[in-house]
Nanobody
Framework: QVQLVESGGGLVQAGESLRLSCTASGRTFSDLIMGWFRQAPGTEREFVAAIRGNGGNASYTDSVKGRFTISRNNAKNTAYLQMNSLKPEDTAVYYC?????????????????WGQGTRVSVSS
């Protein structure tokens, strides 16, 4: 089993930045694909970003490209989501996810483990 714990959410104004962290335990972290999803009130949970086990390659949803950066530090068993130039439409609960697929998954059912979420609220 893998346990994931997110942190770093908060309330910010539009244009500001936040960095989310996801710390994993329970198995070899470097074997896992790490992803971030988000869910705004009244909407479905959507893919945000993901990164391969060894880092380097990453995938992003179009709405965050150029503003968000996913990274990981395997020595610390931690994945990050740096969020810059935040917009009110980024307001959501952000969830960390871990998977074991061969390629970067972008759908919820392709991930095996989930954190409980951290809330990000961006005011205008």
């Amino acid at each position: 089993q893998v346990q994931l714990v997110e942190s770093g959410g908060g309330l910010v104004q539009a244009g500001e930045s936040l960095r989310l962290s996801c710390t994993a335990s329970g198995r070899t972290f470097s074997d896992l694909i790490m992803g971030w999803f988000r869910q705004a009130p009244g909407t479905e949970r959507e893919f945000v970003a993901a990164i391969r086990g060894n880092g380097g390659n990453a995938s992003y949803t179009d709405s965050v490209k150029g503003r968000f950066t996913i990274s990981r530090n395997n020595a610390k068993n931690t994945a990050y989501l740096q969020m810059n130039s935040l917009k009110p439409e980024d307001t959501a609960v952000y969830y960390c996810a871990a998977g074991q697929r061969s390629w970067i998954p972008t759908r919820m059912y392709e991930y095996d483990y989930w954190g409980q979420g951290t809330r990000v609220s961006v005011s205008s």
